[in-house]
Every structure is written in structure tokens, then in C-alpha cells.
């Protein structure tokens, strides 16, 4: 079917390297960042969080950094495999109410 | 992790008519979104659907154009109303995990087409 991510920028990533997705958010007051994962047809799926008094997290292959001085986030991905192909987009929560970004369309390439 | 199916899971309709869209939850939960997803676009937030009461639209939504509703703790329906092509996108419902405030658990999504 059709990708939601067919007009999202694009990051092409060889089977091993890693991966950066960047975000800026807009609201300083936000309490979470959070990454997550769409594929193709589905909804999206929580990756990994950061509270916002803390700069790294990491899980399991994933790393977040938020840097809040110039309102950026990133999302790491270490040894980058072909299930990684998705579309990922950082959301930012105040309360209850998430605020999604942009959103990247990453390929991992064989 | 809680369970979310919607029906329909896509469909083509004339502008002009209606669709709902059913969402179900496998467990009982409190608080339940509507989020549309435009072609190649991010997710933006509807409104928020509680049981019992009305549901809270984000600006740019209004209640006649996407009537909800909530009749229990695992259920809720979205109505797009009067359909345009503009309106072509993708409904997703969420609901929050429990124990977390923010955190959320997706369904598949609704892919309507407006011809």
C-alpha cells in the first residue's frame, strides 16, 4: 500500500550502519519526548521516551538525546537493520496531549 | 500492551456522504484520541474522547464536522460528515497505556479516499 512516509524526508542507511534522526520541538513546557515507529500500514508503535529534566536515554539498540537549550531531539539507532524501515516521528507531551513532529522516512539499504 | 482494531480498515466514498469509524479496545480505558494523518504527513490530533462525556476538539476540529462518540470504556466511534477529497487521510485511534500519562498505543488506522 501507499507509505505514509511518500513525501517525508528520507535517510538511507546501509544494513549495519547507525542511524540519526533529528527533531525540533516547539514547546519548552513539554514533560516527554517520545520517538516513535510507523511501518507501512500500521500505527504508529513507541520506541523510547525521554523525560525532559534528563539529555540521554538509552534502550535497547536506541538512543535519545534532547538537548533543551536549542529545543532538539534526537533518536540514534545502532547497527541498523532492514526490520528498521519505517517512518519515525518525535512527539512531544504536555499533560496527556502528544504533539507529533514531522516525522522521517528511514530505508536501511542491504 | 493493549489491543486496538478499527473498522474500516479503508474505503472509497463519494464527497458529500459520511463514514464512521469504529474503534475497539481490548481492555477498558479511560481516555481515547482521534488522530487524523494526512498523505505524507505527520499525525494531528482530533479530539479526545471520554466516556461519558463529550468529547474535546482541538482547534481546527469541529464537533459537526467529526461527531464522537464513547458509549463505554471500550468503544468509541469517529463520523467524518460531508465528506470532501480534502477529508481523504488516515484515521487513527489511540488510547493511553495504563499507568502513563502520555504514552500511547496506536490502532492500525482508517484509510479513507474521497473521490
Known amino acids: 500500500g501507499e507509505s505514509v512516509g511518500l513525501h517525508l524526508p528520507t535517510l538511507s542507511v546501509q544494513e549495519g550502519d547507525n542511524s540519526i534522526i533529528n527533531c525540533a520541538y516547539s514547546?519548552?513546557?513539554?514533560?516527554?519526548f517520545i520517538w516513535y515507529k510507523q511501518e507501512s500500514g500500521k500505527g504508529p508503535q513507541f520506541i523510547i521516551d525521554?523525560?525532559?529534566?534528563?539529555d540521554k536515554r538509552q534502550g535497547q539498540r536506541v538512543t535519545v538525546l534532547l538537548n533543551k537549550t536549542v529545543k532538539h531531539l534526537s533518536l540514534q539507532i545502532a547497527a541498523t537493520q532492514p526490520g528498521d524501515s519505517a517512518v519515525y516521528f518525535c512527539?512531544?507531551?504536555?499533560?496527556?496531549?502528544?504533539?507529533f513532529g514531522g516525522g522521517t522516512r528511514v530505508l536501511v539499504k542491504p | 500492551s493493549a489491543v486496538i482494531s478499527q473498522k474500516p480498515s479503508r474505503d472509497i466514498c463519494q464527497r458529500g456522504t459520511s463514514l464512521t469509524i469504529q474503534c475497539q479496545v481490548d481492555?477498558?480505558?479511560?481516555?481515547m484520541f482521534w488522530y487524523r494523518q494526512q498523505p505524507g504527513q505527520s499525525l494531528t490530533l482530533i479530539a479526545t474522547?471520554?466516556?461519558?462525556?463529550?468529547?474535546?476538539?482541538e482547534s481546527g476540529f469541529v464537533i459537526d464536522k467529526f461527531p464522537i462518540s464513547r458509549p463505554n470504556l471500550t468503544f468509541s466511534t469517529l463520523t467524518v460528515s460531508n465528506m470532501s477529497p480534502e477529508d481523504s487521510s488516515i484515521y487513527l485511534c489511540?488510547?493511553?497505556?495504563?499507568?502513563?500519562?502520555?504514552?500511547?498505543?496506536f490502532g492500525p488506522g482508517t484509510r479513507l479516499t474521497v473521490t
Open positions: 525521554i523525560r525532559s529534566n534528563m
Open positions: 512527539a512531544e507531551a504536555a499533560g496527556n496531549k502528544l504533539t
Open positions: 474522547a471520554n466516556q461519558g462525556s463529550e468529547a474535546t476538539y
Open positions: 481492555s477498558q480505558v479511560t481516555m
Open positions: 489511540s488510547v493511553e497505556r495504563p499507568g502513563s500519562v502520555y504514552e500511547q498505543y
Open positions: 514547546n519548552s513546557a513539554s514533560d516527554y
